[in-house]
């Protein structure tokens, strides 16, 4: 029954409270542990396509007369157009239309951010577009960019307004402290770099039909936002996502690139490809922040925190959001007295767009370096420190749906026992060492989604929804959940999705919510499809329904008895069953949180500041597992990332123009294979007994979060070098060294 | 300036199998093999291809490695993947049974975002099971 309950939502780290019409969830879970297709390793089921060159991603799609538009974007931080030419670009070869400033809402002669859009052009071919777009003539006054974050909150330039959590007080925990430790931690901008670049084809019928194919995270959500601004029925924008080539968090809205497209599709009546090329994408859709956290914490001398404390300045850029960059402190530990500004400076820099646990990637690193800080200053093991702050029930008066952290700190310490043994591998100048981090992230979803179910005279069964795979093993995911519920191998089972018209509503694949918010929606449209079996089961074989079940492509009767699941189906002739299914409601007045701690192991080039991570131990709490395969490739790939952000990985601007330096991808240095070390990954895999009936919750953000702080603690156990800045380059590890010598210098003897 | 062998191949010949990520050769996702040899198709002129035999991803779908990236799910979003496997083609061509140091050393020009490699490795590693 269809229930009309207020509930609350969380996207990236930002809560909600909303009314929402959910459905009850009336299926009781599945018992702990592998069952007979979910929790199992499975291979992906669009593997193949994929790996043939075969899957069609929107960077492959070619609609008849389609034509190529390219995009003139600002070459400056900050300036204004004082005059603007667009005939030449009209004169070139090839050219169907050009529009500027006042034509589509997203292009400006005001740009207040290096590559936003100022005019586009539509031509028979990207190379005539691009080159139509050179013949553009503008004559710019270029004004003075804000460039320093610190400068921007001082002068009120924000994007909005300083978020505020307290709980205690602050400086009375600091007086109760026996130590204080205070340090001041950086993080740069980062980039997501899909390896599909942002793009989209627009395709009208009449004027009032508009068709978009788009790579993105979020098909219902580009539906709804395209609809709004031009001002269209939502069921007269359709949009399709079948393959899409890497998003994480940066494809979750329509782009500039798709209002620009369908303006130029409206104006020349054909279809419109708008791709980004490397440069563009490395300038306009979106960066992961740099920060700024000054930080202080508080302990007794036994360890127990009495304070923590962050003050924390978002780079957000031109526009955008304020992460929550102080939620790890919020939420990590026990502390009586908490205080946390977060502060979301207004830049002349590119906007930012979630990235992965946007926020908690760069606090963590500041939060659990800290720790360490403090650890040391204590004479205190970190692993032992984390456990006597664990925080055993929620200090805002909520429960936890599921907890298993102190779970994680014990699976934890075999890999932290490794300790002595790597640290005696060290040699001559490459000294080794060990650190850990802990890690907190939302990751429950919600509702509302909705799933399909359809089975046929042929016994198998289609999963039936308008979501999208992003790489995340998604279709292989709902399809376990269905063939398990349908008692059907899972060769028996595919998943139609990606397609706006064909299916119903599904969520944002975003703030790992893919899965808790989409799974449970598939399982009980699978059940209600196995119900509707099961009734003509009961009629054909004169049973009572109650006693019928579905079992390895059979109904079986608990009081005797057994047939083909085909001798069932094939009564359907053409004939379908229809399930359908939705997402249930959160528990009320509980916090749905993921955990987990990493264990990282490193050598260190103590004369060349050199850095080689050598194995990351991940151990994460996510609830059950579906598929521990592709669970495993979410940590790793995870981690992956996380060495690039440690590491390698910064998007620079001209400190004086505010124009990005690192457009290009041998600039901006992302991990190669040579750069992976050895990674372990372990799952608690326990259901979360309160959260829907499946009791997963999502994996695709955790292993990202905790990496850079577990390798900088790493650093310091290695060589007592407090790295405080990332990326960890040659000079920010040389300059710790140096601090890390003078200070054991100074200490008397 | 001529049309490059990735423009080709993708437009003209409709073999939307070979990806591009960047167009100026710092990725990999692109990746041909010319008489064997991998070559990086966005920057590789066709005119300058002359006798040579061009393979793609089309040309692989029969290779075990295939199978292999498969079963080890050595891909995730999969847009890198056919760069990787025709690279890794022509690896497994020269050196059968690769160590994990030769596949680093050769699979290094080719990023993969969603951070696939440890399953790459794997995937290469088995490719002949
Ligand atoms: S597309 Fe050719 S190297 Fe990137
Ligand atoms: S699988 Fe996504 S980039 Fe390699």
Known sequence: MARLIKTEKEVEGRYEETWVVVEEDVLDQWPAGPLTVVGQAVERKDGLERARGEAPYTADLKLPGMLHAAVLRSPHARANVKRLDLEPARRSLGVRAVVGPGDVHVLTDEPRYPGQPVAAV??????????????????????????????????????????????????????????????????????????????????????????????????????????????????????????????????????????IGAELAKRT????????TRREESLATGNRNATIQRLVAG???????????????????????????????QYLYACDNVRVVEHGARLNAPPNAAFRAPGFVEGTFGLECLLDE???????????????????????????????????????EEHWARRDTVRARSEGSWQRGVGLASQVWFGGGGPPSYAWVRVGADGRAVVVTAMQDIGTGTRTAMAQIAAEELGLPLDRVEVALGDSARGPYASISAGSSTLPSMGPAVRSAAADAARQILELAAQRF?????????????????DGGSWPL??????????????????????????????????????????????????VAAIHDVGRIVNPLGARSQVEGGIVQAIGHTLSEERLLDPETGTVLTQTLDAYRMPTIADVPEIVAEFVDVPDQHLTNLGSKGLGEPPIIPTAAAIANAIRDATGADVRSLPVTREELLRALREARERVGAVPA | MGATLLETLRGELGLSGTKIACGEGHCGACTVLLDGVPVLSCITLVHTVGEREVTTIEGLREHPLVRSFVRADALQCGFCTPGQIVSAAALVGAVPEPSREEIRHHMAGNICRCGAYPRIEEAILTWRD
């Open chain 1, 122 to 259: 539509a031509a028979d071919t990207f190379r005539q577009a691009r080159e139509a777009v050179k013949l553009i003539e503008v004559e710019w006054e270029e004004l003075e960019p804000l460039l320093d974050p610190d400068e921007a909150v001082a002068r009120g330039e924000l994007v909005e307004e300083p978020r505020r959590f307290e709980r205690g007080d602050l400086e009375r925990g600091l007086a109760k402290a026996d130590v204080v430790v205070e340090a001041e931690y950086r993080t740069q901008t980062l980039l997501h770099n899909c390896m599909e670049t942002h793009q989209s084809i627009c395709r009208w019928h009449g004027d009032r039909k508009l068709d978009v194919f788009i790579s993105t995270q979020f098909i219902w959500g580009v539906r709804e936002r395209l609809a709004d601004q031009l001002g269209l029925d939502p069921d007269d924008v359709r949009v399709v996502c079948e393959f899409m080539g890497g998003g994480f968090g940066s494809k979750n809205g329509p782009g500039d690139y798709t209002y």
């Open chain 1, 269 to 276: 009546g054909r279809p419109v490809k708008c791709a980004l």
């Open chain 1, 299 to 329: 302990a007794k001398a036994d360890g127990t925190l009495t304070a923590l404390g962050g003050e924390y300045v978002n780079a957000v850029g031109w526009s955008g959001f304020s992460p929550m960059t102080g939620g790890p402190m």
């Open chain 1, 374 to 412: 403090l650890a040391a200053r204590l004479d205190l093991d970190p692993l032992e420190l984390r456990r006597r702050n664990h925080l055993d029930a929620d200090p805002e008066g909520r429960s936890y749906s599921s907890k298993n952290l102190m779970e994680c700190y014990r699976l934890a």
């Open chain 1, 542 to 558: 004169d049973k009572e329904q109650r006693v019928l079940s579905l079992k390895d492509e059979h109904v079986v009767a608990s």
């Open chain 1, 566 to 615: 085909g001798s069932v189906c094939e009564l359907l002739g053409d004939g379908q069953v229809l399930g359908k299914g939705a997402r249930g409601p959160n528990p009320t007045g509980m916090r749905v949180l993921t955990f987990g701690v990493q264990v990282a192991e490193v050598a260190v080039d103590v004369e060349t500041g050199e850095v080689r991570v050598e194995r």
